[in-house]
């Protein structure tokens, strides 16, 4: 009875911006072998967190999460003030608020692509219009054409800095500039990958009230599975934000690991520094092969392997590597994006990097002019 009324039944109507809205699903399942194809650390979070895991009670799950004191831990760690920044559920939540806060039907988001999918999904569901600038030559950015962009109705310019997939980064006084160009919209800085950069907008805000900077625990620190971001803003603009952001949104087991994730800066700089001496020797060794590339910021790097990017990635994967074919980015035909690890993983990455292309007739000795 119940299934007959069901099928019978009109759909309720959603709103108009979700039905054309495209799903997304990036490729998730049998992620069996050594994960290089989602950027996320691949060798784990510091012991001081696992060691507070272990040590969760049935009372800390039992009771809502209350985020204000790993909040004033946070802002303490980072130097703003506690009003100034919002624990989120990783920067996917970030993103969402903020276009939650700033944006009515019929205004403009400006994007400039190849960039981070999920600017385009949140934006796009409040039925903003996105403008989609492409990346300039060499995926360089560019500042010129996003300040031509820029119209009376623009209320968001999100900005992954450095970018993903590209891994390129944008001079902080060109952020500043469209900051500056833009005073009716609010700039977020997308720093999932700053630690692998060091340059940030952060405490921008006393100059310039419309900048947002999000930062994440999913890559540097090991806790993509954890679900836990920031966002950071002045502290006007931050009172907006929370005002829809659910006060639950971060789980109680993430908000029992952040301080001690925090506390164990000697963690962090270890990993990021095997993971930037690996990106190094990732790109000597694309340069030697003579497969093109783009130098990164970033804890990855895009290069492009042309028609047979299917079939490396399928002979990375033989190898027991997953790596992400990027082909249907705009600009990035035939181009694969590789996420670095430890020192180890780097040299089973570059071993599997040689035979592959070497299988497929693509390295340097092979390539015919
Ligand atoms: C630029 C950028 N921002 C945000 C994210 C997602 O961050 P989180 O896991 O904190 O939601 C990613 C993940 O790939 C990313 O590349």
């Keep these: 009875m119940l299934d007959q009324f069901a099928r019978g039944a009109p759909m309720p109507r959603m709103r108009s911006a979700v039905r054309t809205l495209p799903s997304y699903h990036p490729p998730l399942g049998g992620r069996t072998g050594l994960r290089l194809d989602f950027n996320e650390n691949v060798v784990g979070c510091s012991p001081k967190v696992l060691e507070r895991l272990r040590k969760i009670g049935v009372e800390e799950l039992a009771r809502y999460p209350e ?46 692509v190849p960039t981070f999918a999920m600017y385009e999904i949140f934006a796009s569901t409040t039925g903003a219009r996105i403008a989609k600038v492409p990346a300039g030559a060499h995926f360089s950015f560019p500042t010129n054409t996003v300040l031509r962009h820029i119209t009376g109705k623009t209320r968001l310019i999100a900005i992954a800095n450095p970018n993903n997939p590209t891994g390129m980064a944008v001079p902080l006084d060109d952020l500043r500039l469209i900051a500056q160009s833009a005073p009716e919209a ?126 490396f990635v399928r002979g990375m994967r033989e190898r027991g590597i997953l790596v992400r074919d990027r082909s249907s980015d705009p600009g990035c035909e035939g181009c694969v994006r590789i996420t670095l690890g430890s020192m180890k993983q780097t040299d089973q990455l570059l071993s599997a990097l040689r035979e592959t292309l070497q299988e497929l007739g693509l390295a340097r000795q092979e390539v015919r002019p």
């Design 186 to 311: 609010a700039i977020l800085v997308d720093e999932a990958y700053y630690e692998f950069h060091g340059q940030s907008l952060l405490r921008q805000w006393t100059e310039f009230p419309n900048i947002f900077v999000a930062r994440t625990f999913s890559k540097a620190y090991g806790l993509a599975g954890l679900r836990a971001g920031l966002l950071m803003g002045s502290g006007d603009a931050m009172d907006q934000v929370r005002k829809v952001a659910s006060p639950y949104s971060v789980n109680a087991v993430a908000l029992a690991c952040l301080p001690d994730a925090l506390e164990d800066v000697a963690y962090v700089n270890a990993y990021v520094r095997d993971v930037c001496a690996g990106r190094e020797r990732l790109e000597e060794e694309l340069k030697s092969l003579g497969i093109p590339f783009w130098p990164s910021r970033a804890n990855f790097v895009l290069m492009r392997i042309g028609e047979q990017s299917s079939a």
């Design 67 to 112: 985020r204000e004191p790993v909040e004033l831990i946070a802002a303490s760690h980072l130097g703003v003030k506690p009003g100034e920044l919002l624990l989120t559920n990783g920067v996917d939540e970030a993103i969402h608020l903020v276009c939650q806060t700033y944006l009515d039907a019929d205004d403009e988001v400006l994007i400039v």
